[in-house]
């Protein structure tokens, strides 16, 4: 059970200067950080909710609204998730992650840009030779960036949702194998 006690944001206030000493954060990981720490506390201020009717009254803080915030993101992200199954054709699929080791890890931090370009590139050009070689045709997939991992590490990888089968053009017409 989660508690005020053992909260990631009172984790973070608590350990974060300690971590810091020993590991670096990039810009975006810090601000992130930063947002969880202060959500819901005074660092960010609060409103008052009044009820009309019987004059009793309730302070709330004002939250991060950052989506890595467990507290924030969880609930925004349940609907953009939900916002998203319009899109869900009625076949199976399959998560794919797409990694590099992380002796490397360094250069990528100093050629972002390429870095995550070959990554993605390179992933979708695997897919797409899997699904001509394989199934015969073409694969379906979306991606998603990730540069750093669920410990706030550099880890660098791709997540894939990728179709569980292929589209195959032949002369009769599309077909779906």
């Given amino acids: 059970m989660i508690t005020k006690e053992n909260d990631v944001g009172t984790i973070f206030r608590r350990y974060i200067s300690q971590y810091r000493k020993e590991y670096s954060l990039s810009y975006e990981q810090c601000q992130a950080a930063r947002a ?9 201020g609060g409103v008052i909710k009044a009820c009309s009717e019987c004059g009793s009254w309730e302070f709330q803080y004002k939250s991060c609204k ?11 992200k349940a609907q ?8 869900v ?9 797409f990694t590099i080791d992380h002796v490397f890890n360094l250069l990528v931090w100093w050629n972002q840009e390429g870095m995550y370009n070959h990554l993605i590139d390179t992933a979708a050009k695997l897919l797409k030779e899997y699904g ?6 073409e694969l379906g997939f979306t991606l998603v960036l990730h540069t750093w991992g669920q410990t706030i ?3 660098p990888h791709v997540h894939f949702i990728v179709t569980g089968g292929a589209l195959v053009h032949t002369p009769a017409g ?4």
């Fill in 36 to 44: 969880i720490m202060e959500c819901r506390t005074p660092a960010l």
């Fill in 66 to 76: 950052n989506r890595h915030c467990p507290k924030c993101g969880a609930f925004e």
């Fill in 80 to 87: 953009w998730l939900e916002a998203q199954k319009i899109w």
């Fill in 89 to 97: 054709l009625p076949i199976h699929y399959y998560h794919v992650v």
């Fill in 132 to 137: 001509r070689k394989e199934l015969g045709g």
């Fill in 153 to 155: 590490q550099v880890h």
């Fill in 174 to 177: 599309d077909r779906w194998q």
